[in-house]
């Protein structure tokens, strides 16, 4: 081989490696561009709780400050470690606003701050002690508690063509399922604030129920009402009126043991109204499937059989006829709740209203 044929090729050998290592550099440059655009991708859509907070103060900044106010805003950037994540409802800063407004015991927003006491629960009763996306809601209380360790109801209310979740029965979720690192927020047009009357008392303020509300009191039962916890099965005056029971004389002088104290426990009139109080919590969706007997403070247990539908005490009385698409006739001997007026939300338990009067017998 001659020297000028060396020389080319030795020129040509060299291009060659120098235009694969600059391949090779150009490779590893388009890389690390490509690692840093996708962790900057990473840290802007995927936060915890607590840092979505704070990247949206425009919109949240109120709330935060009562989760900061609550000692919790701290929890919210973690992980749980009690349960799978967290869930929180979360207050717009129109809705904390209008929660100011209407509420009687602070002047102003700072001044609920400073009652560290009340932020704290209210920061705890939006936050429920999992990670819950809507397809995990049912259709009355949420099994997990929240860390105020209260259940807060959900319910489906439509409205034209829209249908949209509600939590205890009064806000819309306007947003749902953000997801975080550490579980997810639903953004809510309303603050929660925990009940504070019993079922009783709150049965007591309700116009439209006031034959079973008066009919409560002359027999003195709320003296006991000394359980934490406890379900009341209630009827709209108008059911009363239906079965010619036009308010609550009439009704004692159908079911009354004559000649015997109302607030004798053997008479029928008190067991009739003891007989609409449950001694436990149950929303809707803890009555388990089957037929179970319930105790109640009439002195007679309460029948519920759960399967398609919920049948409270069947087989007593006759109520009307079914009627199916092919024809086919049914007798209805039971009690069904009103879907839209039950799994109402008091601090000892919930309130259900019911499709008929609630009796141990027949009504006479």
């Not at 099994?143 to 489906?156: A, C, K, M, V």
């Not at 000394?226 to 009126?241: F, G, V």
Request: hydrophobic share 35%; glycine share 8%; net charge negative.
């Amino acid at each position: 081989m001659d020297k000028g044929r060396v020389v080319t090729y030795l020129n040509k050998n060299t291009g060659i490696r120098i235009l694969l290592l600059w391949l090779v550099v150009s490779m590893f440059m388009m890389s690390c561009e490509l690692d840093q655009h996708s962790e900057q991708q990473y840290n802007e859509n995927i936060l915890t709780i607590g840092e979505y907070l704070k990247k949206n103060q425009q919109d949240y900044s109120m709330f935060s400050r009562i989760l900061i106010a609550g000692d919790l805003l701290i929890t919210m950037g973690g992980y749980n470690p009690h349960g799978d994540g967290y869930t929180l409802f979360l207050p717009t800063n129109e809705a904390v606003i209008q929660y100011i407004r209407e509420n009687k015991d602070y002047a102003n927003f700072e001044e609920m701050l400073q009652d560290t006491s009340f932020t704290q629960k209210l920061a705890r009763y939006h936050v429920v002690n999992n990670m819950l996306r809507t397809h995990d809601f049912p259709h009355g209380a949420l099994i997990d508690e929240t860390l105020s360790g209260d259940r807060l109801i959900i319910g489906i209310t439509t409205e034209g063509d829209h249908s949209f979740y509600k939590v205890n029965n009064s806000f819309p979720i306007m947003e749902s399922n953000l997801e975080m690192t550490n579980g997810y927020i639903h953004v809510i047009s309303g603050v929660i604030q925990q009940e504070k009357n019993t079922g009783y008392d709150w049965l007591q303020q309700q116009n439209e129920y006031s034959i079973l509300s008066k009919a409560m009191e002359l027999t003195g039962i709320k003296q006991r009402l000394w359980i934490d916890e406890y379900t009341l099965l209630i009827e709209h005056d108008s059911i009363y009126q239906r079965a010619g029971i036009m308010n609550v004389q009439d009704l004692i002088a159908r079911i009354a043991t004559p000649g015997m104290a109302l607030t004798n426990r053997s008479n029928s009139f008190y067991r009739f109204v003891g007989f609409h109080i449950l001694g436990n919590e149950y929303y809707l969706n803890d009555f388990p499937y089957g037929k179970r007997n319930y105790t109640t403070l009439g002195s007679t247990q309460l029948t519920i059989n759960v399967g398609l539908d919920i049948h409270i005490n069947p087989g007593v009385a006759e109520y009307g006829i079914s009627i199916s698409e092919k024809g086919d006739t049914s007798i209805i001997d039971y009690i069904s709740p009103v879907w839209e007026k039950s799994n109402i939300v008091t601090r000892s338990g919930p309130v259900h209203s019911l499709s008929e009067v609630l009796f141990f017998e027949p009504l006479p």
